[in-house]
């Protein structure tokens, strides 16, 4: 965690932000958007904004700030168990097995979480979830997420509550004998049909058996007509499964963006800086025409719009190293959204989704037990060792802008033109840099072509470097995404991911990073050099030529958003983690 510098750098960067260059995001998401007093306000936002809540507590506003709101909802305390079925069985689905061949279905109530069964709509959907098997139910009790399968299906006598406490110790708990125990402290939350939700389901079952045949089919089909761009080639797990998808979410995807919420906490974020990601998402998103909708009713899923960076820096006592009042404005405001709409109790938040580029993204969502265990979580920092499920969970690429968009910055000379075998730059902080330096650092007399160090000389452009190297090192710095990913992919330089397998890489359910880039564990930084030598110039010249078909998945445009880019394909990794879960209203 990167505490008192995150903390300072960003309210540094707020004072010396000046508010035009805000204008590119800001927006009052459909309401009174682009007046000049409401532009004027948002400016002022940091201090008017406390002075309201201050004044009057009944606003709007009190209940995202005020740090004494305990009424925050408490989550049972069997829940904290929940938590613990989240990264678990990761790695054995969607974003981590080949393609799609997974991904697949729970129905979720607000009274049960079931596991789809070897059995669904057409007789076959649950290879979904190609490696679960029924003995692995009972044999691997870690497998939390998984185990619900069965227990969903046929019960299992609910373990006595010691029996439960052991086991939850060991962590060994099956998650749908948690749930029992958890509801039996909820009220029934709908008893009725819902027959929207029904239509809503039997619409995603359709698309899900749609890729299922895509998947399927992969070699046989010629590929499918689309006017800007056919995804071909290897640099794709498979090009035709997700071709197909990303035409199906185009077709049928709704995105509802609750309203609730005052900026600059909510409806806006940061649009320049490492953090873009985040501010860029929530502008397009309240922006969107075609996949937003304004009827919750229709929607698939539901974003929560809120702005962890902004919260840091409006909301968070510099230095306090508490994270205690952005936590509570969180659960506060899924508190007051989940006493508003039914929504969030029916599925208990799985179709809804937050996103943070921040590192205290994964923190701050524990604010909520079920936006931490259920919930789809869109984060930069998406480190597998801290709770990151790659199954529910979507890896969002760090991006560092400095203006609205990265067209002008991409592209470059091709292999024999790149003098640099291996580039970085960079502070030395985090669990890697200070291995990366201490072997490299300095040794440019001896190995010339190895360019490693924290500043570059006066006159030295970092994207001119970038551009000059045939790699380019991308460790991670205090957590583990790093915006040189994407860096080195808009500039033609293949990216090396330094890290020991922590990092969940932003679109790896669709991407085959292997593809068109290396993966160096920590313990083979020294070996780096020969490492890369070792690369052909034959493969470089292929993996470089992949890196620029890759591009556009990364771009951010300046204007609205084209298709099968980053904000696309962000929602895309949304589409799948949603389509792996199946959502039913309580019947009786
Ligand atoms: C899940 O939903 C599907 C379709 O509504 C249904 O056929 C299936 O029986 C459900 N499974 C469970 C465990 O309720
Ligand atoms: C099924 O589970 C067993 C026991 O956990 C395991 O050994 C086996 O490899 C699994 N089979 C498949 C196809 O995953
Ligand atoms: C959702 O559940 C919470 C906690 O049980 C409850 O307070 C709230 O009223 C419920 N919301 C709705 C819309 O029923
Ligand atoms: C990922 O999280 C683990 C556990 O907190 C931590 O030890 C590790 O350093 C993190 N990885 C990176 C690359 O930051």
């Not at 506003?61 to 009424?71: K, P, T």
């Not at 979720?108 to 290879?127: C, L, M, N």
Request: hydrophobic share 35%; glycine share 6%; charged share 20%.
């Amino acid at each position: 965690m990167r505490a008192n510098t995150t903390a300072s750098s960003s309210s540094s960067s707020a004072a010396a932000t000046p508010c035009s260059s805000l204008l590119p995001c800001l927006h009052g998401h459909g309401r009174d958007c682009k007046t000049a007093a409401y532009v004027v306000a948002a400016c002022l936002a940091i201090v008017t904004f406390l002075v309201v809540a201050a004044l009057d507590p009944g606003t709007q506003a009190s209940w995202f700030l005020s740090s004494s709101s305990s009424s925050s909802s408490s989550p049972p305390a069997a829940s904290s168990s929940l938590r613990h079925s989240g990264g678990v069985a990761g790695e054995l689905l969607l974003a981590t097995s080949s393609s799609y061949s997974d991904g697949g279905g729970r129905n979720i109530t607000g009274k049960d979480v079931h596991e789809e069964a070897p059995r669904g709509d057409d007789g076959r959907f649950p290879s979904l979830l190609p490696m679960v098997n029924s003995s692995s139910v009972h044999g691997a009790p870690d497998e939390l997420s998984i185990a619900t399968v069965a227990a969903a299906q046929a019960p299992a006598p609910a373990p006595g509550p010691e029996q439960a406490k052991d086991g939850l110790l060991a962590r060994k708990v099956l998650f749908m004998e948690v749930m029992m125990r958890l509801f039996k402290s909820y009220p029934q939350v709908q008893r009725r049909r819902d027959v929207k939700l029904e239509r809503l389901e039997l619409g995603l079952a359709k698309a899900r058996s749609a890729i299922r045949k895509a998947i399927q089919n992969r070699d046989n089909q010629p590929p499918l007509a689309d006017k800007d761009y056919v995804p071909v080639g290897p640099i794709y797990r498979n090009a035709y499964a997700f071709h197909r998808s990303y035409l199906e979410m185009e077709k049928l995807f709704k995105v509802y963006v609750y309203e609730e919420g005052e900026p600059p906490v909510f409806h806006d974020g940061p649009c320049r800086s490492i953090y873009s990601t985040e501010g860029r998402f929530i502008y397009n998103m309240e922006m969107d025409t075609r996949m937003r909708t304004r009827d919750p009713d229709l929607a698939h899923v539901f974003f929560l719009p809120f702005s962890v960076v902004k919260m840091v820096k409006t909301i968070y006592e510099p230095d306090s190293h508490d994270m205690g009042p952005i936590k509570r404005t969180i659960s506060d405001y899924i508190g007051v959204l989940s006493g508003k709409y039914p929504y969030w109790n029916r599925s208990l938040g799985a179709d809804h989704f937050m996103l943070s580029c921040h590192d205290w993204g994964p923190y701050v969502s524990s604010a909520n037990e079920h936006l931490f265990s259920n919930s789809i979580r869109v984060l930069c920092n998406a480190n597998k060792s801290e709770g990151f499920n790659p199954s529910k969970d979507v890896s969002l690429p760090e991006i560092n802008l400095r203006t609205d968009a990265v067209d002008r910055q991409v592209g470059g000379p091709s292999a024999s033109h790149r003098p640099i075998l291996a580039f970085f730059a960079g502070g030395n902080h985090g669990p890697v840099r200070p291995v990366l330096f201490e072997h490299w650092k300095g040794r440019t007399e001896e190995h010339p072509d190895v360019q490693v160090s924290e500043y570059l000389p006066r006159g030295v452009s970092y994207t001119e470097q970038m551009r000059r190297s045939r790699f380019c090192l991308c460790p991670g710095g205090y957590e583990v995404a790093s915006p040189r990913l994407a860096e080195a992919i808009y500039l033609d330089c293949v990216p090396v991911v330094v890290d020991d397998g922590d990092y969940a890489l932003p679109f790896a359910d669709v991407l085959n990073w292997d593809a068109f880039s290396l993966r160096l564990r920590v313990a083979d930084v020294p070996r780096l050099r020969e490492v890369l030598a070792a690369v052909s110039p034959r493969q470089y010249i292929r993996m470089q030529r992949r890196v620029r078909a890759v591009r556009r998945h990364f771009m951010v445009h300046g204007g609205p958003p084209q298709r099968y880019d980053a904000f696309h394909m962000i929602l895309h990794s949304v589409w799948l983690r949603r389509l792996n879960v199946r959502i039913t209203a309580q019947q009786q």
